[in-house]
């Protein structure tokens, strides 16, 4: 098919995750892409033999002789936990130009058991290696975090606009038995308990976990003679961005222009406004990543996100519900998260989510990889337009 | 001599790091549009030229952003919390570093406070920390 790659000409038609995201010392990370990987084919009433294309941030062709398929397009992407959200537009691109028909999205992850995973750390000589590891910025928590104490000072914020987060996205993994934290939690509660890096607490960073996900992309033509052709979402728009590799490089720390430039492309391309948006997904491995992208997608004005939180705006019911899984600070996080929050937006949206919310028809999803390093935005509807 | 991770130099790092070695931070500025930056490379991350020249700074700064990080991986000792910092040189650009000299709590740590360039041996190499300016 030739056309355009955006305005509802492509549509995600099988959509799945391993049987848990939680935890699974029993699985390798392989598998866990081939789990997610049968599901979502399975989901979409396809085989292995019916794809052509394969997009992953394993070694793509790993994954596509795994399983069994011969692909003809291989994306092997990897910039992170929003490398997901650049593969499905890699492969409204390939299925627009005709590169690929039926293209295969997979994310495997060990995270917590660590089955299958290489070694963790930068080589001393990269970039990090030499510039952030030998001063003590060697995990995530006190890598992403550090920008943080100075968007709190701009904005005159404290630690409980953090805890807010975590209270306001609980409350939706509360009700969603897939979630690996699900205890109610306070301000308070959350502030009491043991500060992993200051000025994060443990809630205010994501859970571990061993998770799967994947994704069956083809064009909507193609998506209407399938069996789950009532349940196809399609692809309004999509953007993708950076900045550097090494946290010091980030030219404003209360502002990421990777999260500025994807989704302004992905709001142009979809022709959409943030009026229209009903649903939304922010990537978040920590507490301040939703306050930074509300306010970098343009859904609040810079400074307004924490009190959009704490006004419960982003809680179910809310005027912008948002992280409806219960997020990666509740609901799974196996490292690279950009594929559960595609999945949960697919769920809100199919009308199929734990905790679903009333009327959505339009989902914004923002990623974010190798930590304010990449960024990719989708924009999802059940509607074509 | 703290535990820690070591950095490796490549050849284009080789002067930052022979720099740290003589108590000296070096950074590279541009001739041709005047600024400085960082990390080093072979052209000028603003202007691209390659007239790009070394030169020793004053390691005067200010704290701008910090974790405490309360649970450092080995080699780093797991008991010993670090200040992660981002130091805004007086020159322009901004670097990872640590703060020392004062005990790991929020109360100790004034952003935008100005703070100067010490050393840290670290394996074979040297490590440029900040510790807060005398009288500020």
């Known amino acids: 098919m030739a056309g355009s790659m955006h305005k509802g000409n492509i549509a995600i038609i099988g959509a799945a995750e391993t049987d848990s995201v939680t935890v699974q010392p029993d699985m390798s990370q392989l598998e866990l892409h081939a789990q997610a990987a049968q599901r979502a084919l399975s989901d979409a009433g396809l085989k292995p033999s019916d794809v052509d294309g394969i997009a992953t941030t394993a070694i793509p062709f790993e994954v596509a002789h795994h399983l069994g398929i011969k692909a003809r397009w291989l994306d092997g992407t990897m910039v992170g936990g929003c490398s997901y959200m650049l593969h499905v537009r890699h492969a409204a691109a390939a299925i627009a130009s005709g590169a690929a028909e039926v293209v295969l999205v997979t994310h495997g992850e060990s995270g917590r058991s660590r089955n299958g995973v290489g070694p963790y750390g930068a080589s001393p000589q990269s970039l990090t290696g030499q510039f952030e590891a030998p001063f003590g910025a060697t995990t995530p928590y006190s890598i992403f975090t550090v920008p943080a104490m100075a968007y709190m000072k701009k904005y005159g914020l404290d630690r409980s606009d953090l805890a807010e987060v975590v209270v306001a996205q609980r409350e939706y993994a509360v009700n969603n038995p897939r979630a690996m934290r699900r205890k109610p939690v306070t301000v308070d509660e959350i502030l009491a308990d043991s500060t992993v890096a200051y000025p994060f607490n443990k809630d205010m960073i994501c859970v571990v976990t061993d998770a799967g996900g994947a994704l069956v992309v083809t064009s909507a033509e193609r998506a209407k003679d399938m069996p789950n052709a009532d349940k196809a979402v399609y692809l309004l728009g999509s953007g993708e961005s950076h900045e550097a590799t090494l946290m010091s490089q980030m030219e404003d720390l209360t502002s990421f222009e990777g999260f500025r430039r994807a989704s302004q492309e992905a709001f142009a391309t979809a022709g959409v406004t943030h009026e229209e948006i009903d649903h939304l997904m922010c990537y978040d491995a920590f507490a301040h990543l939703p306050l930074y992208m509300m306010e970098d997608l343009g859904f609040v004005k810079p400074g307004e996100a924490a009190a959009f939180h704490k006004d419960g705006e982003t809680r179910p019911g809310g005027r912008l519900p948002t992280n409806t899984s219960g997020g990666g600070l509740s609901y799974t996080h196996s490292g690279m998260y950009g594929m559960f929050a595609i999945l949960e937006a697919v769920r809100q949206l199919r009308g199929e989510a734990f905790v679903q919310q009333p009327n959505v028809k339009t989902s914004f999803v923002q990623g974010v990889g190798f930590f304010f390093g990449a960024a990719g935005s989708l924009v999802l509807s059940n509607q074509q337009p | 001599m703290a535990t820690g991770l070591v950095p490796s130099p490549t050849p284009e790092t080789a002067p930052f790091w022979e720099g740290t070695k003589a108590h000296e931070l070096r950074i590279q500025q541009c001739n041709s549009c005047g600024k400085f930056y960082f990390y080093p490379r072979s052209h000028c991350r603003y ?67 100005p703070v100067t360039v010490d050393w840290e041996d670290r394996g074979d190499q040297v490590i440029p920390v900040f510790r807060f300016a005398e009288g500020a």
Not at chain 2, 63 to 90: C, G, H, M, W
């Open chain 2, 47 to 113: 202007c691209n030229s390659t007239d790009v020249e070394w030169k020793t700074v004053s390691g005067k700064g200010t704290l701008a952003s910090y974790v405490i990080n309360n649970r450092p991986t080995p080699p780093f000792d797991k008991e010993t919390p670090i200040i992660v910092a981002l130091i805004q040189l007086d020159e322009g650009p901004r670097m990872m570093s640590n703060i020392v000299g004062v005990e790991a709590k929020p109360e100790n740590l004034e952003l935008d406070a």
